[in-house]
């Protein structure tokens, strides 16, 4: 989807020039990688394909990255081959290209990722920019329901950079909790993106598991043969600059420049049951993998339930039970921990306070907290009740605090209601 035209955007605010003029001290992190074509993911060795994909971590800026991308176009590419890395940019031991290289892979090459540009003052021309775009595709609106999280999730409800040369991976993946996501390409060059649809994504898990890799946060880059052989349809396009790529509920997808680039991307959740179902699904399978929920569902169905005008019948149902349940757990909990002659203590919640989440665990920890003593860090951490119960300090050594009151989580329930459009 061309947007630049019809949308008298000025994607030119989004080039590595005028983002250095910026703020060009601003932090990036940085994916160190080896250049491989886009169908092709060798092991160390180059004798083989494999799922696997290495890369090593590293920091920068976006003025650093900016001289980076400048270089990199004024050199011929082979100057980042293994003999002629930059002083500074790479030590001999971060080096992961073959031994022995018969395609010629053996370059490394730099990834800047996870650009933060959720500072209103210091984006201010970014962000206003980015207003431009249709209703339910914005960063904030009323038809995107992880704007109603009410606290910053870097890269979720905020937007992300990604600055790039050619080469660089984003390795396959489904977005946070299976939301969508709105990613533009602001040039100068083209990014290649592979994609395979919601259903098939067992397939890729089971690819994963078979390579002793974690679907959820292992690095993976799939080999096109081994889906073929599967069945497994696979969508490849050229995103070119200008071009906004819109990723439906739980598509799994994996991309990679070919050429010098710039993107920005966030996620987006439209209020529809169908999507809910998807975030919520993710939710439970993070559990039991024991893989943090970037997203707070619990927290974030209080609050849709607070401020949304809920006129889609499935998203109702599935809304009204998760909060039965959750309003359910929470009396029956309070009532056992009194019984134990647990005292909890009253704490509320300050605006913009994040959800929290289990240390041990990863599990959302929701208006029951669990609190330790100080650790050797001087700093205090919350506990779900199963792990506070399973370590050696006795369960009324904790802080049990409350955030919201029963009363005002019933109001909260009884005023959900299905609206005719």
């Not at 290289?101 to 959720?118: H, M, R």
């Not at 790039?164 to 602001?186: D, I, M, W, Y």
């Not at 134990?340 to 990863?362: K, L, M, N």
Request: proline share 4%; with cysteine.
């Amino acid at each position: 989807m061309v947007i630049e035209n019809c949308l008298c955007k000025d994607l030119n605010i989004f080039s590595s020039k005028s983002l250095t003029c910026a703020n060009e001290h601003h932090p990036m992190d940085v994916r160190i990688q080896r250049k491989q074509t886009g169908d092709q993911n060798w092991d160390l060795s180059g004798k083989q394909q494999v799922w696997t994909y290495e890369s090593t971590r590293s920091e920068t800026t976006i003025g650093e990255y900016a001289h980076y991308q400048e270089q990199y176009y004024n050199t011929d590419t082979t100057s980042f081959d293994s003999g002629n890395v930059p002083a500074g940019q790479l030590h001999q031991s971060q080096i992961l290209f073959p031994a022995n290289d018969p395609e010629g892979q053996s370059k490394v090459i730099k990834f800047a990722t996870n650009g933060d540009l959720s500072d209103e003052i210091k984006w201010a021309v970014q962000l206003a920019e980015l207003q431009k775009l249709p209703e339910f595709m914005k960063v904030a609106s009323e038809m995107n329901m992880l704007s109603y999280i009410d606290h910053t999730i870097s890269g979720v409800n905020s937007v992300q950079l990604y600055m790039k040369v050619a080469g660089c991976r984003t390795p396959g993946h489904q977005e946070n909790n299976n939301f969508c996501s709105v990613n533009l390409n602001v040039g100068p060059e083209d990014t290649e993106w592979f994609a395979v649809p919601n259903r098939y994504w067992g397939v890729l898990n089971s690819f994963c598991s078979k390579y002793k890799i974690d679907f959820l946060s292992g690095t993976w880059w799939p080999v096109l043969d081994d889906l073929e052989k599967e069945g497994v349809p696979v969508y490849r396009f050229l995103q070119r600059r200008g071009d906004l790529v819109w990723v439906n509920p739980g598509t799994p997808h994996w991309v990679q420049a070919t050429g010098i680039c710039n993107n920005v991307s966030w996620n987006v959740g439209p209020v529809t049951g169908h999507q809910y179902r998807m975030a919520m699904e993710r939710y439970e399978w993070c559990k039991m993998r024991c893989v943090k929920s970037i997203v707070p569902m619990i927290h974030l169905s209080w609050n849709i339930a607070r401020f949304v005008r809920v006129t889609d019948a499935i998203l109702f149902a599935q809304l009204k039970e998760c909060l039965t349940r959750s309003l359910l757990f929470c009396e029956y909990q309070m009532k056992r921990l009194k019984d134990e002659g647990i005292v909890i203590s009253w704490h509320g919640r300050s605006d913009r306070e994040p959800a929290h989440y289990c240390t041990v665990c990863q599990v959302e920890v929701f208006n029951i907290l669990f609190v330790s003593s100080k650790n050797s860090k001087g700093e205090h951490y919350v506990l779900c009740e199963q792990c506070t119960r399973a370590t050696d300090i006795s369960i009324h050594e904790h802080k049990v605090l409350n955030q919201f009151t029963i009363e005002e989580l019933k109001v909260v329930l009884n005023g959900l209601d299905l609206h005719c459009i």
